[in-house]
């Protein structure tokens, strides 16, 4: 019976271990994941806002000084769906980078999505 006891109380600290050890993985996996997202979420931003320039200076001219627009709102919309769309889901679905992991963690008073840091 003692050596029932003993086995089962090996397999429990065996388990123990495996569980601890996964744990530590899936929380590492889920701090690469997320510093993957939050990465490539900036990089889409900005290529979304510096791309489509154009098209706000010139809706920004149409509103201010009443000229009138070159294309129609909704042409505007098929041309940025066709011309910006692989380019932003390339952007989204990049791999992360080897440094990603090596960084301190972002300060989330300071380091916004928004900022330059």
Do not use: C, W
């Amino acid at each position: 019976m003692t050596d029932l006891l003993q086995r089962s109380s090996h397999i429990t600290d065996r388990t123990k271990i495996i569980y601890h050890v996964s744990l530590e993985v899936v929380h590492y996996l889920l701090m690469l994941i997320g510093r993957l997202i939050f990465d490539n979420l900036k990089k889409l931003i900005a290529y979304t806002l510096t791309s489509n320039v154009a098209e706000m200076a010139a809706m920004m001219m149409y509103i201010l000084a009443g000229i009138p627009l070159p294309m129609g709102a909704l042409t505007i919309l098929f041309v940025d769906l066709g011309t910006d769309l692989l380019p932003a889901i390339s952007l989204a679905l990049e791999t992360t980078e080897t440094s990603v992991m090596t960084r301190m963690p972002r300060d989330l008073k300071n380091q916004r999505l928004f900022t330059n840091q």
